[in-house]
């Protein structure tokens, strides 16, 4: 059994291995291609897709949609598969600041087109881009206070539809899961160290309420997940989609 640390505040001074720049490049590689496996494991988009994305898509009129802080790209293309196979019309793109996620994400098949830049959110408002929906996966728990606000109002900013930002719930019960199944699952990688490193920095839900801006919703999903949602006032529903960031 594992030494469980104190899980009753979040660990904010604790870093991910994967956040330093100079961390081994291969383990990196691996640990996005790895994201993959814990993200269907753990996240749940698949059901945030059926119960939130889903029903607002249409067969003939193109969506678009946003996922900040993309990493190695799986959730992104996840979406866009599952759009086209239910025959919907979604354009997906993927942007992460750190240029090592985006090689990740651009060495995978990609077959349903979703396109990936190197880019923070900042310059996408620079540019007066407006998106449909604006997702994020384990990005939240990564931020200072400050840089949760600004990347808050950057996603008010983007979002003419849906925002949706699904992180980690912090529980004592969450991290002996995690630190059990990763005793074989994941190896080579920064999947396991990290992964609990992530669960301390993680927000509870009541935690999460307080951080976040005012217009924001926040709701536990089970098992040990947050979803921060913000839905776009009517009149930002009606400006012009300009989403395909390329
Ligand atoms: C743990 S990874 C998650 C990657 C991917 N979303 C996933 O779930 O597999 C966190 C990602 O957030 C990105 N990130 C960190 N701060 C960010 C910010 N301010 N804006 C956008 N992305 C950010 C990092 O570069 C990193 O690739």
Redesign the pocket.
Known sequence: MPVLPDLRKRAVTAR?L??DPDCDPQLLART?EQ??G??RLV?GWKGTYRERIRPLLSATTPSTLI?????????ARDLARWARRDGLLLEVTG????P??IAAATRAPNPDGVTFLTL??SALVDRAFRFDFVI????LH??SPQ?LT??LI?CELLCRGLSIHSDIRRSRLAYLEYWAATLVLFRGSFVRQ?GLT?IRRSYTTPELRVAARREWNVESQAPFRNLLTYAASAAARETEPSGTAD
Request: aromatic share 6%; charged share 30%.
């Open positions: 991910e994967m956040d996005f994201f993959q814990v993200n996240a996922d900040v802080g993309c990493g190695g790209g799986d959730i942007i992460d600041p750190d090592r996620a923070d959110s994020s996966n384990h990005v990564h931020l840089q600004d990347l950057d990290d992530s």
